[in-house]
């Protein structure tokens, strides 16, 4: 499954290659990627990195192609910013949220702040937080450190503030005081990636100066402090991604979903009508688990073969995503068509052998 990682600038864009040994360079439209392999502790990822460049317009820009060209699970911005509040040298900023800093208007009574903010992934939010409270990230980087990772708003515009006696950065601690850092390319990556919803995204920061004296750190090698720990956090993250735990449609997620199909295939079994949504959920699953559906219409009962099934389809889910969308919408319409099952008693000891009894929804028969 292909996992994409955007750099704005060379230093950045160093780093995250030099976790892929062996990377090809992919052409297309004028446009370069680097393409290599990452084992992660649940799946193997197809890792496609790109030097997106600086500013929000051109960041925008490549996260649209990237997503066209290769669709992604995931997405993640990476790069360098300037501290601004409760950070160090060196320090990582995981995005919550991002905001663009430069949008508003201009009145007779000066500029009015229209902020435009929206938030990043939860789901890898939530893996960034177990990521940063274990600390294993730090066995990644180059050189052992004290680095820190804090959760916060990063905000961006499209110039670079190098001090905070200027007019954006008092701009920023009125209007925006929860800000983190800052950079040049997050509104342009979150505005670009609102239109992929399914696809999930994170931001993800080293911080390479405090703004005050940014071309002293600069060359006093924060950045190259700063790149190291993000490549770290960034690789350490996927090493732990589960993309089984997303959710799809905003419903359930590919574990969630596999039981439901497999438990309708031993439920319903073959149906007699062509056109029924669960045959055409199981002309859909048969190119991918035929050997599996075999052995489970063959005996509908065995654990060993429910099991077999149920981890080739999450296997198989969690890279297609469109196929899980699809798959979610059969579920759903075969739900809908049979909402009541009806169950045979037999071999019970608290009731007449052969009753029927007619539930909806769920339902459980302990037998004690």
Do not use: C
């Not at 939530?126 to 409270?133: D, F, I, K, M, N």
């Amino acid at each position: 499954m292909n996992i994409a990682l955007l750099t704005p600038i060379p230093v950045e864009h160093d780093a995250i290659t030099a976790h892929l040994p062996s990377l090809t360079e992919q052409l297309v439209n004028g446009n370069r990627y680097l393409l290599g392999d990452f084992e992660g502790k649940f799946h193997h990822f197809n890792i496609i990195t790109h030097q997106s460049g600086s500013k929000n317009e051109n960041t925008a820009l490549a996260t649209d192609r990237v997503i066209r060209q290769f669709n992604p699970m995931v997405v993640i911005l990476a790069g360098v910013a300037g501290g601004v509040k409760d950070v160090e040298i060196g320090d990582l900023v995981i995005g919550t949220k991002y905001y663009g800093y430069e949008f508003g208007k201009v009145t007779p009574d000066g500029f009015a702040a229209r902020p435009e903010s929206g938030p990043y992934s939860k789901e890898l939010l939530t893996l960034a937080q177990s990521v940063a409270g274990n600390g294993n990230w730090k066995r990644r980087a180059i050189k052992p450190n004290q680095s820190k990772v804090v959760f916060g708003a990063i905000a961006a515009g499209n110039k670079v503030i190098a001090a905070t006696d200027s007019d954006a950065y008092r701009l920023l601690k009125q209007t925006y005081n929860d800000t983190t850092a800052i950079e040049m390319e997050a509104i342009g990556f979150g505005h670009a990636m609102q239109s992929y919803p399914s696809i999930r995204f994170l931001n993800v920061r080293g911080i390479s100066d405090l703004l005050d004296g940014k071309s002293k750190s600069d060359a006093g090698g924060s950045q190259e402090l700063a790149v190291a720990n993000m490549a770290a956090f960034v690789f350490e993250l996927l090493y732990h991604l589960d993309v089984s735990q997303f959710k799809i449609l905003g419903r359930m997620g590919i574990k969630e979903l596999s039981k439901e199909i497999i438990d309708l295939v031993i439920s319903q079994g073959k149906p007699a009508n062509a056109s029924s949504p669960m045959n055409s959920l199981l002309k859909a699953i048969q190119p991918f688990i035929a050997d599996e559906l075999k052995a489970l219409h063959a005996a509908p009962n065995d654990a060993d073969a429910k099991a077999e099934a149920k981890s080739e389809l999450r296997r198989v889910l969690a890279g297609d995503d469109a196929l899980a969308k699809q798959l979610e919408q059969l579920v759903e319409q075969v739900k809908r068509e049979a909402p009541n099952s009806t169950v045979v008693i037999r071999d019970s000891k608290n009731v007449v052998n052969g009753s029927q009894i007619t539930v909806g929804g769920d339902f459980r028969i302990g037998d004690s």
